[in-house]
């Protein structure tokens, strides 16, 4: 499969005719939520502090949605290399924390 995610996203989200601001918040959900169940494996977190930390961050959620709908192509960068990065050498790695 050639492309990013996010931009696939979009596609998908546009050919079912979901409109942008829940694409968004839809697509930020999902990473968010991805995260969180790392973290929820990682540490000794149970579901419930992951339930609730995914509640805390909704409304932060929403309002970053809002903010994407101001900006412009120009605005356009990718702020999450690292963790790009990262994800991208964990398959390679000698010894993983999640084999998935």
Do not use: W
Not at 25 to 39: D, E, K, R
Not at 52 to 60: D, I, P
């Amino acid at each position: 499969m050639k492309g990013h995610y996010a931009v696939l996203y979009g596609i998908y989200c546009e050919a079912l005719g979901v409109n942008v601001f829940h694409a968004v918040m839809t697509f930020m959900y999902a990473t968010i939520s991805g995260l969180v169940q790392n973290a929820v494996r990682a540490v000794p977190f149970g579901q419930n502090t992951g339930v609730q930390a995914l509640h805390k961050l909704l409304a932060s959620v929403e309002e970053a949605a809002k903010t994407v709908k101001t900006l412009t192509l120009d605005d356009l960068a990718n702020k999450a290399l690292g963790i790009e990065l990262a994800s991208m050498k964990h398959e390679f790695l000698f010894s993983r924390l999640f084999i998935s």
